[in-house]
Protein backbone atom coordinates (compact mmCIF):
# COMPACT_ATOMS: atom_id res chain seq x y z
CA UNK A 1 0.00 0.00 0.00
CA UNK A 2 1.19 3.35 -0.76
CA UNK A 3 0.33 6.42 0.94
CA UNK A 4 1.18 10.17 -0.49
CA UNK A 5 0.90 13.70 0.78
CA UNK A 6 -0.85 15.86 -1.79
CA UNK A 7 -0.06 19.87 -0.94
CA UNK A 8 0.60 23.53 -2.20
CA UNK A 9 0.60 26.80 -1.20
CA UNK A 10 3.45 26.65 1.22
CA UNK A 11 6.83 28.78 1.73
CA UNK A 12 9.86 26.53 0.77
CA UNK A 13 11.01 26.24 4.13
CA UNK A 14 7.21 24.61 5.23
CA UNK A 15 6.82 22.77 2.28
CA UNK A 16 10.47 21.23 3.10
CA UNK A 17 9.45 20.72 6.46
CA UNK A 18 6.28 18.76 5.37
CA UNK A 19 8.00 16.48 3.18
CA UNK A 20 10.68 16.00 6.21
CA UNK A 21 7.98 15.22 8.37
CA UNK A 22 5.88 12.91 5.88
CA UNK A 23 8.91 10.78 5.33
CA UNK A 24 9.41 10.22 9.14
CA UNK A 25 5.66 9.12 9.56
CA UNK A 26 6.01 6.29 7.28
CA UNK A 27 4.73 8.11 4.11
CA UNK A 28 5.68 6.72 0.59
CA UNK A 29 5.08 9.23 -1.75
CA UNK A 30 4.91 13.52 -2.11
CA UNK A 31 3.09 15.07 -4.92
CA UNK A 32 3.25 19.05 -5.83
CA UNK A 33 0.86 20.63 -7.86
CA UNK A 34 1.88 22.73 -10.66
CA UNK A 35 -0.08 26.08 -11.12
CA UNK A 36 0.55 29.83 -11.98
CA UNK A 37 -1.71 30.46 -9.30
CA UNK A 38 -4.02 28.28 -6.83
CA UNK A 39 -7.40 28.02 -8.23
CA UNK A 40 -8.58 27.97 -4.56
CA UNK A 41 -6.63 30.91 -3.26
CA UNK A 42 -8.32 33.95 -0.80
CA UNK A 43 -9.00 37.40 -0.99
CA UNK A 44 -5.64 38.11 -2.23
CA UNK A 45 -4.55 34.97 -4.68
CA UNK A 46 -1.60 37.40 -5.82
CA UNK A 47 -0.05 36.84 -2.20
CA UNK A 48 -0.40 32.62 -2.04
CA UNK A 49 2.65 30.93 -2.31
CA UNK A 50 3.34 29.31 -5.18
CA UNK A 51 6.45 27.32 -6.07
CA UNK A 52 7.56 26.01 -9.43
CA UNK A 53 6.62 22.98 -10.12
CA UNK A 54 9.71 21.22 -11.35
CA UNK A 55 12.85 23.08 -9.20
CA UNK A 56 10.12 22.42 -5.91
CA UNK A 57 10.66 18.82 -7.04
CA UNK A 58 14.54 18.60 -7.53
CA UNK A 59 15.05 20.43 -3.96
CA UNK A 60 12.20 17.89 -1.85
CA UNK A 61 14.62 15.68 -3.96
CA UNK A 62 17.29 17.38 -1.77
CA UNK A 63 15.61 17.02 1.22
CA UNK A 64 14.38 13.69 1.83
CA UNK A 65 16.18 10.13 1.39
CA UNK A 66 13.34 7.30 0.52
CA UNK A 67 10.47 9.59 -0.12
CA UNK A 68 9.30 9.48 -3.95
CA UNK A 69 8.28 12.45 -5.18
CA UNK A 70 5.98 13.41 -7.67
CA UNK A 71 3.17 16.09 -9.38
CA UNK A 72 -0.49 16.07 -8.69
CA UNK A 73 -0.45 17.28 -11.38
CA UNK A 74 1.80 18.21 -14.42
CA UNK A 75 -0.59 20.25 -16.49
CA UNK A 76 0.64 19.65 -19.97
CA UNK A 77 -0.23 22.55 -21.64
CA UNK A 78 2.69 24.76 -20.07
CA UNK A 79 5.29 22.78 -21.50
CA UNK A 80 6.29 20.93 -25.01
CA UNK A 81 6.58 16.78 -24.25
CA UNK A 82 10.24 17.15 -25.08
CA UNK A 83 10.56 19.77 -22.56
CA UNK A 84 8.69 18.00 -19.76
CA UNK A 85 10.56 14.54 -20.61
CA UNK A 86 14.06 15.84 -19.96
CA UNK A 87 13.17 17.71 -16.98
CA UNK A 88 11.13 14.89 -15.67
CA UNK A 89 14.78 12.46 -16.67
CA UNK A 90 16.64 15.10 -14.85
CA UNK A 91 14.49 15.11 -11.48
CA UNK A 92 14.63 11.21 -11.71
CA UNK A 93 18.43 11.27 -12.10
CA UNK A 94 18.71 13.99 -9.22
CA UNK A 95 16.56 12.06 -6.95
CA UNK A 96 18.39 8.71 -7.31
CA UNK A 97 14.96 7.32 -9.19
CA UNK A 98 12.47 8.42 -6.76
CA UNK A 99 10.67 10.19 -9.37
CA UNK A 100 6.98 9.37 -10.25
CA UNK A 101 5.61 11.16 -13.15
CA UNK A 102 2.17 12.64 -12.96
CA UNK A 103 0.77 14.75 -15.85
CA UNK A 104 -2.86 16.07 -17.25
CA UNK A 105 -4.64 17.78 -19.27
CA UNK A 106 -4.86 20.98 -17.27
CA UNK A 107 -7.69 22.71 -16.35
CA UNK A 108 -8.42 26.00 -14.68
CA UNK A 109 -9.08 28.72 -17.45
CA UNK A 110 -7.93 31.55 -15.10
CA UNK A 111 -4.71 30.46 -15.19
CA UNK A 112 -4.59 30.73 -19.27
CA UNK A 113 -6.65 33.73 -19.43
CA UNK A 114 -3.74 35.57 -17.29
CA UNK A 115 -0.88 33.58 -19.29
CA UNK A 116 -2.25 34.04 -22.48
CA UNK A 117 -1.70 30.12 -23.15
CA UNK A 118 -3.85 29.07 -25.90
CA UNK A 119 -6.94 26.99 -23.40
CA UNK A 120 -8.64 24.69 -25.71
CA UNK A 121 -11.89 22.52 -25.67
CA UNK A 122 -11.30 19.15 -23.47
CA UNK A 123 -11.26 17.04 -26.28
CA UNK A 124 -8.68 18.72 -27.67
CA UNK A 125 -6.75 18.99 -24.41
CA UNK A 126 -7.09 15.10 -24.23
CA UNK A 127 -5.90 14.68 -27.23
CA UNK A 128 -2.67 16.89 -26.82
CA UNK A 129 -2.54 15.30 -23.56
CA UNK A 130 -2.58 11.34 -25.34
CA UNK A 131 0.14 12.37 -28.12
CA UNK A 132 2.40 14.27 -25.25
CA UNK A 133 2.75 11.28 -23.33
CA UNK A 134 3.15 8.45 -26.39
CA UNK A 135 6.41 11.02 -27.41
CA UNK A 136 7.34 11.26 -23.56
CA UNK A 137 7.64 7.35 -23.68
CA UNK A 138 9.51 7.28 -26.78
CA UNK A 139 11.68 10.05 -25.57
CA UNK A 140 12.66 7.92 -22.38
CA UNK A 141 12.87 4.59 -24.21
CA UNK A 142 13.75 4.90 -27.92
CA UNK A 143 17.49 6.24 -29.57
CA UNK A 144 15.39 8.49 -31.55
CA UNK A 145 11.87 9.81 -31.38
CA UNK A 146 9.76 10.77 -35.13
CA UNK A 147 6.28 11.76 -34.32
CA UNK A 148 4.09 13.18 -36.61
CA UNK A 149 0.80 13.90 -34.72
CA UNK A 150 -2.27 16.17 -34.64
CA UNK A 151 -0.89 18.33 -31.90
CA UNK A 152 3.07 17.93 -31.69
CA UNK A 153 5.69 16.72 -34.05
CA UNK A 154 9.09 15.62 -33.22
CA UNK A 155 11.90 14.73 -36.23
CA UNK A 156 15.14 12.91 -35.10
CA UNK A 157 14.45 13.91 -31.30
CA UNK A 158 17.00 12.50 -28.95
CA UNK A 159 17.07 12.39 -25.23
CA UNK A 160 19.91 11.34 -23.17
CA UNK A 161 20.32 10.55 -20.57
CA UNK A 162 17.23 8.31 -20.16
CA UNK A 163 15.73 7.91 -16.80
CA UNK A 164 17.21 5.93 -14.12
CA UNK A 165 14.05 3.98 -13.63
CA UNK A 166 13.33 1.40 -16.55
CA UNK A 167 11.99 1.48 -18.75
CA UNK A 168 11.14 4.97 -17.27
CA UNK A 169 9.43 6.60 -14.17
CA UNK A 170 6.17 5.15 -13.10
CA UNK A 171 3.64 7.55 -14.85
CA UNK A 172 0.38 8.45 -12.74
CA UNK A 173 -2.56 10.35 -14.62
CA UNK A 174 -4.70 12.83 -12.99
CA UNK A 175 -8.91 13.32 -14.18
CA UNK A 176 -11.91 11.84 -13.60
CA UNK A 177 -13.54 12.58 -16.95
CA UNK A 178 -14.02 9.11 -19.36
CA UNK A 179 -11.91 10.80 -21.71
CA UNK A 180 -9.04 10.71 -19.17
CA UNK A 181 -9.03 7.47 -17.83
CA UNK A 182 -8.82 5.85 -21.65
CA UNK A 183 -5.40 7.69 -21.74
CA UNK A 184 -4.43 6.56 -18.45
CA UNK A 185 -5.78 3.15 -18.90
CA UNK A 186 -3.46 3.27 -22.49
CA UNK A 187 -0.44 5.40 -20.97
CA UNK A 188 -0.52 5.26 -17.09
CA UNK A 189 0.93 3.02 -14.43
CA UNK A 190 -1.18 5.10 -11.73
CA UNK A 191 -4.75 6.01 -11.92
CA UNK A 192 -5.36 9.19 -9.87
CA UNK A 193 -9.56 9.09 -10.56
CA UNK A 194 -10.54 12.47 -9.08
CA UNK A 195 -14.13 15.07 -9.22
CA UNK A 196 -14.43 16.44 -13.13
CA UNK A 197 -13.19 19.76 -13.56
CA UNK A 198 -11.98 20.37 -16.85
CA UNK A 199 -14.52 21.20 -19.21
CA UNK A 200 -15.75 23.44 -16.60
CA UNK A 201 -12.64 25.24 -16.22
CA UNK A 202 -12.95 26.18 -12.53
CA UNK A 203 -13.97 24.33 -9.09
CA UNK A 204 -17.40 23.97 -8.15
CA UNK A 205 -18.65 22.26 -5.25
CA UNK A 206 -20.87 20.22 -6.80
CA UNK A 207 -18.25 18.61 -9.09
CA UNK A 208 -17.82 17.16 -5.58
CA UNK A 209 -21.26 16.47 -4.78
CA UNK A 210 -22.01 14.15 -8.51
CA UNK A 211 -17.82 11.91 -7.50
CA UNK A 212 -19.84 9.73 -4.99
CA UNK A 213 -18.64 6.38 -4.22
CA UNK A 214 -21.02 4.86 -7.26
CA UNK A 215 -19.44 6.97 -9.37
CA UNK A 216 -15.99 5.82 -8.18
CA UNK A 217 -16.56 2.45 -8.89
CA UNK A 218 -17.72 2.96 -12.26
CA UNK A 219 -14.93 5.00 -13.38
CA UNK A 220 -12.97 1.87 -11.93
CA UNK A 221 -14.67 -0.65 -13.63
CA UNK A 222 -14.16 1.76 -17.08
CA UNK A 223 -10.42 1.78 -16.74
CA UNK A 224 -10.29 -2.22 -16.87
CA UNK A 225 -12.28 -2.30 -19.79
CA UNK A 226 -10.27 0.22 -21.42
CA UNK A 227 -7.19 -1.73 -20.18
CA UNK A 228 -7.79 -4.62 -21.67
CA UNK A 229 -9.29 -3.49 -25.01
CA UNK A 230 -5.32 -1.96 -25.33
CA UNK A 231 -3.73 -5.45 -24.39
CA UNK A 232 -3.27 -4.67 -21.07
CA UNK A 233 -4.30 -6.42 -17.98
CA UNK A 234 -7.05 -5.30 -16.30
CA UNK A 235 -5.07 -4.41 -13.21
CA UNK A 236 -2.32 -2.97 -15.11
CA UNK A 237 -2.97 0.38 -13.73
CA UNK A 238 -3.17 1.20 -10.01
CA UNK A 239 -5.93 2.83 -8.42
CA UNK A 240 -5.51 5.74 -6.26
CA UNK A 241 -7.62 7.55 -4.17
CA UNK A 242 -7.52 11.62 -3.52
CA UNK A 243 -8.75 12.91 0.04
CA UNK A 244 -9.20 16.44 -0.72
CA UNK A 245 -10.28 16.95 3.28
CA UNK A 246 -8.97 15.17 5.89
CA UNK A 247 -10.43 15.66 9.52
CA UNK A 248 -9.00 13.33 12.10
CA UNK A 249 -11.22 13.63 15.15
CA UNK A 250 -10.75 12.29 18.69
CA UNK A 251 -14.35 11.10 19.28
CA UNK A 252 -17.57 10.14 17.84
CA UNK A 253 -19.37 13.01 18.79
CA UNK A 254 -16.81 15.44 16.73
CA UNK A 255 -17.19 13.09 14.34
CA UNK A 256 -21.06 13.49 14.00
CA UNK A 257 -20.74 17.12 14.72
CA UNK A 258 -18.02 17.48 11.70
CA UNK A 259 -20.12 14.91 9.50
CA UNK A 260 -22.87 17.22 9.78
CA UNK A 261 -22.02 20.28 8.93
CA UNK A 262 -19.82 19.05 5.17
CA UNK A 263 -23.06 17.32 5.02
CA UNK A 264 -25.45 20.63 5.17
CA UNK A 265 -22.55 22.01 3.10
CA UNK A 266 -22.47 19.78 0.50
CA UNK A 267 -25.85 18.45 0.57
CA UNK A 268 -24.99 15.04 1.55
CA UNK A 269 -26.54 12.48 4.22
CA UNK A 270 -23.94 11.66 7.25
CA UNK A 271 -23.55 8.44 5.13
CA UNK A 272 -22.55 9.97 2.00
CA UNK A 273 -19.80 11.91 4.13
CA UNK A 274 -18.48 9.50 5.87
CA UNK A 275 -18.37 7.29 2.57
CA UNK A 276 -17.50 10.12 -0.35
CA UNK A 277 -14.06 9.12 -2.29
CA UNK A 278 -12.90 12.61 -1.89
CA UNK A 279 -13.68 12.92 1.88
CA UNK A 280 -11.91 11.25 5.63
CA UNK A 281 -13.55 12.42 8.36
CA UNK A 282 -13.84 10.20 11.84
CA UNK A 283 -11.83 8.74 14.52
CA UNK A 284 -8.61 6.73 14.24
CA UNK A 285 -10.32 3.55 14.19
CA UNK A 286 -13.53 4.53 11.84
CA UNK A 287 -10.97 6.23 9.22
CA UNK A 288 -8.65 2.64 9.31
CA UNK A 289 -12.39 1.43 8.82
CA UNK A 290 -12.84 3.32 6.13
CA UNK A 291 -9.91 3.09 4.58
CA UNK A 292 -9.89 -0.99 4.50
CA UNK A 293 -13.42 -0.95 2.99
CA UNK A 294 -12.18 1.31 0.39
CA UNK A 295 -9.59 -1.28 -0.75
CA UNK A 296 -12.13 -3.95 -0.25
CA UNK A 297 -14.66 -2.61 -2.42
CA UNK A 298 -12.48 -0.88 -5.25
CA UNK A 299 -9.12 -1.92 -5.15
CA UNK A 300 -7.30 1.11 -3.95
CA UNK A 301 -3.70 0.90 -3.66
CA UNK A 302 -2.93 4.13 -3.28
CA UNK A 303 -4.33 6.86 -0.88
CA UNK A 304 -3.02 10.63 -1.24
CA UNK A 305 -4.08 13.31 1.28
CA UNK A 306 -4.27 17.05 0.32
CA UNK A 307 -2.91 18.89 3.69
CA UNK A 308 -0.64 21.51 4.38
CA UNK A 309 -1.01 20.33 8.07
CA UNK A 310 2.41 18.42 10.13
CA UNK A 311 -0.14 17.38 12.55
CA UNK A 312 -2.70 15.65 10.11
CA UNK A 313 0.69 14.30 8.76
CA UNK A 314 1.98 12.83 12.19
CA UNK A 315 -1.70 11.20 13.07
CA UNK A 316 -1.74 10.06 9.83
CA UNK A 317 1.37 8.05 9.93
CA UNK A 318 0.90 7.13 13.51
CA UNK A 319 -2.75 6.12 13.91
CA UNK A 320 -4.07 5.03 10.86
CA UNK A 321 -1.98 4.17 8.14
CA UNK A 322 -0.13 1.29 9.71
CA UNK A 323 -3.11 -0.34 9.98
CA UNK A 324 -4.27 -0.31 6.80
CA UNK A 325 -4.22 -3.57 4.56
Same mark, same amino acid.
Not at 14 to 32: D, M
Not at 73 to 86: C, D, E, G, S, Y
Not at 275 to 291: A, R
Given at each position: ?? &?? =?? %????????????????????? %????????????????????????????????????????????? =?????????????? !????????????????????? %?????? $???????? $??????????????????????????????????? !?????? @? *?????? @??????????? *??????? !????? *?????????? &????????????????????????????????????????????????????????????????????????????????????????????????? =????????????? =?????????????
Amino acid at each position: MD &FG =VN %TAGLELAKLTSLAQTAEGAGF %TTFYLGDHLMLAQAGAHPEQEPNLDAMTGAAVLFGATRKLRIGHL =VLNNLFRHPIITAQ !ALATLDHIGGGRLIAGIGTGW %TEQEFT $MSGIPFPD $MKTRGEMLDEALTCMRSLWTDEVTNFDGRHYRLRG !AVLWPK @P *IQKPYP @PIMVGGGGRPI *IRIAAKH !ADISN *ITWELGRAGK &FDPKFLTEFNQTRFKERIDYMADQCVKNGRPRNAVAVSNLIGSCVVTDSDAATAKMVDGVGRALGFTPDQVRHCPMLLIGTPDKCVEELNRRVKAFG =VSQFIVTTRSEKT =VRALGEKIFPFVA
